[in-house]
Each structure stands twice: as structure tokens, then as C-alpha cells.
């Protein structure tokens, strides 16, 4: 067995919180009012560890996958064995040029052009300049930034930063890549292109940690996943074995019709989704005790409005118990956009027709915002759903993999 390139023992990270500092601006005016000396004084630190006794080995060649709710520990630990961060206890080995995408443009310095930017990030990695220069004409080509590869990125939009980006990250020649969630930024176009070029990089036998929500990506590119919660390591294994039971650990806390203030969300909190609701119908609306295939499905949202939102999409999706996307829709692909004042609330209906899922449990997933700008609200886990086999559904009892019962004739003929 070859050896480990990667080798943490015992990492952790411990962190200190003001609490004065973290009340928001508004508390924070109140208080000075109230007691203008008090505002002066400094907040209570609170310690909270990040990240608790983390040990790991990745050996050459390996794509290891980290998954876990936001706030698991995921991006501290890639902080650390970027040396980005120093741990508060443990310590890391590593054995390679480490090419590092943590946020958007991580190393990138404002003032300085794309083409000086990715020299720099290319001599960083120790690379020579004709070893840069060999690759330079393929990572522009990929980041589509011909025509502004000579301007200087700070007046380079969010998906320009992104694609420039990840192009360097994966081109140069690192023997270990850090990406984070590098497939959730940029339109669908360009997440399917770096989809690719993730699979070119470990199909080459180069060591991937890769952190992201998207599981369908991590079932296809990675060998070993690990599942992290609370900082800590909680279980490890194959692909698909990892991302069934994260999805089965979040059956508990979501259900159709519930109270969604308390889920784990993402978003600047302008408005927020408060119920979803799931009633499975028959062709010509009649309620349904259980979702069958071929049924539609009625899922009504609310949502109150924190602060005016104006041209925002409300999408619907729906996951596998893998975590494979099987249905997205929105508003958008109708036409529709949803402007709201402050105080107003919002309920949006989506009716599905002849949903052909076979039998199993399903996750809904809501979100709220405007494509490329912002996030206002994400529930990753807003609910679920069963769907039921029934008389109509099969006629055998063989079970076939896929997640789609397609309607289809089947002719033989033997000649």
C-alpha cells in the first residue's frame, strides 16, 4: 500500500466569539443608547472549536469527498492542510504541491490582471514560467476570459472571478487539489464543465479533497467519502453508503407541513420559507392517502418577507434518498417573478403532473433569490415525501436501478 500524502492526527481549531460583537448593529445602538458607557466596553469571548480531534490519511491518486451540514467543520479542515490556518492542536503532514480553491479567488490579488494573477498563483505552487506559460493558453480557454484576461480582477464580475478560478486551480500543476464548493458557483453550463474537468484530475491520479453539497457530484468523482458533524469525523466509508445515511440522518427533523423557521438554512434572510405542505392527487384533483407513481403532486410554500425582494425566483427541487436531483422547477421557467414588500406574506403553489418517480423516499429542497446575485433564502432539507407502489405501477416485482418509471411499449420480434 502506498503511502499517505495527507496525514492529520488530533486536529482541532478553537476559535474565539464576541458576543458583543455578534448581537447586529441594531441591539448593539440600542444598548449604547441606553447606557452609552457600556458601549465601550468589550463583549464577553466565547471559545468554540471548530473543529474536535480530527485524524484522516489520503493516499496518492485518492478522491476523498467531505460532506455535513454547514457549521460540520468541512472548510476549517481544508483551511488547515492549505496552511491558511494554523490547528490549536494536532499537526499535518502533506507531500506534494497542494493547489488550493477554498472561496472564490482565494490568493488572487485585486489589483493585479487575470494573466498576472495566475502567473502568481502558478509560482506560488513553485512552478517555473515556462511551466505556466505551457498551460496558460488551455486555462484561459477554459475560463472563457479571452477579452478580459488583461484586466484586473477586482472589476471582474462573481462568475468571471469563479471561472478564472477554478481554471488555474485545476490546470497547474499541483499533486493535491482543496476544492470547496467550487460546483455550486456559475450557471449550470459552467458547473457541468467543471464537473468534467474534476473527472479528468482524478481519472489523471491526482489527490482530490473535494467539500460539497452536491452529492450527486461527490457519488460520481469521489473513491471515500467522510461525513462530518459538529467538527468531528462521524463516519466514513464508500460513496454511496455516506450519502444514503446523510440523507437518512436528516428524516428526522423534516417533514411535510412542518415549521421550517428552525431548519439549517443558507441566505441573507430577506424572507424565509415558514411551511411547506405536500398532497399527492390523482389526474383529476382528487387528494391521495400516499404519492403513487404517476400521480400529481400539489406542494404549496409560504414565506414572509423580512425586507422588500423584487425579480426573485421561488424553485422547487427534489432529491433522491442519494441525494441525485430528480426535479427542478421555478417560477423563472413560467415567466414569473415574485416582488414583495416587507410584512407581506407569500404562498406559492406547484403543481406537478404525472410524477413518475418509483417507489421511495424523496426530498424537498426550497430556494429563494436571483440566479447569479443572491441567495435569500435555502433549505436543502425542507421536507419529504414517500412514494408507494401500487397494483398499476410494475408487473413484476424485479427492482431496477434508476429513480424514473418512463411510460414505454416493448415490442419483440424474432425473426
Known amino acids: ?146 477579452k478580459f484576461i488583461d484586466t484586473p480582477v477586482k472589476h471582474y464580475s462573481s462568475g468571471m472571478y469563479v471561472r478564472l478560478a477554478f481554471a488555474v486551480a485545476a490546470h497547474l500543476q499541483a499533486e493535491i487539489l482543496l476544492v470547496d464548493e467550487v460546483l455550486a458557483v456559475g450557471d449550470i453550463r459552467f458547473q457541468k464543465k467543471c464537473l468534467g474537468k474534476m473527472g479528468d484530475v482524478a481519472r489523471a491520479g491526482r489527490t482530490v479533497i473535494l467539500v460539497s453539497h452536491n452529492l450527486a457530484a461527490i457519488s460520481v468523482l469521489s473513491t471515500r467519502v467522510l461525513m462530518m458533524k459538529d467538527g468531528s469525523i462521524q463516519s466514513e466509508g464508500s460513496p454511496s453508503e455516506i450519502t444514503t445515511q446523510y440523507y437518512a440522518e436528516s428524516l428526522d427533523s423534516v417533514a411535510s407541513g412542518a415549521d421550517l423557521s428552525l431548519l439549517v438554512r443558507q441566505g441573507n434572510g430577506k424572507a424565509v420559507f415558514t411551511s411547506l405542505s405536500i398532497k399527492p392527487l390523482t389526474a383529476e384533483g382528487e387528494p391521495l392517502q400516499v404519492a403513487q407513481p404517476g400521480c400529481d403532486l400539489s406542494i404549496e410554500v409560504d414565506l414572509i418577507c423580512r425586507a422588500e425582494i423584487a425579480d426573485a425566483n421561488v424553485a422547487l427541487i427534489i432529491n433522491d434518498a442519494s441525494g441525485i436531483r430528480v426535479i427542478d422547477t421555478n417560477m423563472a421557467q413560467k415567466g414569473k417573478y415574485l416582488t414583495a414588500h416587507a410584512g407581506n406574506h407569500v404562498r406559492s403553489r406547484f403543481l406537478l403532473h404525472d410524477v413518475l418517480l418509483k417507489p421511495g423516499k424523496y426530498f424537498v429542497e426550497l430556494w429563494l433569490g436571483r440566479h447569479m446575485t443572491e441567495t435569500i433564502d435555502h433549505l436543502e432539507h425542507a421536507g419529504t415525501f414517500d412514494v408507494m407502489e401500487h397494483a398499476d405501477s410494475t408487473e413484476t416485482h424485479i427492482d431496477f436501478p434508476g429513480v424514473y418509471l418512463c411510460r414505454f411499449e416493448e415490442t419483440t420480434q424474432i425473426s
Open 1 to 146: 500500500m502506498t503511502p499517505p500524502v495527507i496525514r492529520g492526527e488530533a486536529l482541532g481549531k478553537e476559535y474565539r466569539r464576541n458576543e458583543a460583537a455578534e448581537e447586529g448593529l441594531r441591539h448593539a445602538l440600542q444598548r449604547a443608547l441606553k447606557s452609552p458607557l457600556s458601549f465601550l466596553k468589550k463583549g464577553r469571548l466565547e471559545k468554540f472549536w471548530a473543529l474536535k480531534d480530527v485524524s484522516l490519511e489520503v493516499r496518492e491518486g485518492e478522491v476523498l469527498g467531505l460532506i455535513g451540514r454547514n457549521g460540520a467543520g468541512k472548510t476549517t479542515l481544508l483551511k488547515i492542510l492549505s496552511r491558511i490556518t494554523q490547528p490549536t492542536t494536532g499537526w499535518a503532514e502533506i507531500h506534494g504541491r497542494i493547489g488550493s480553491l477554498l472561496e472564490v479567488g482565494t490568493g488572487f490579488h485585486p489589483e493585479l490582471t487575470g494573466r498576472e494573477n495566475t502567473f502568481l498563483s502558478g509560482a506560488i505552487l513553485g512552478m517555473s514560467k515556462r511551466e505556466i506559460a505551457s498551460k496558460f493558453d488551455e486555462i484561459v480557454a477554459f475560463a472563457e476570459l479571452e
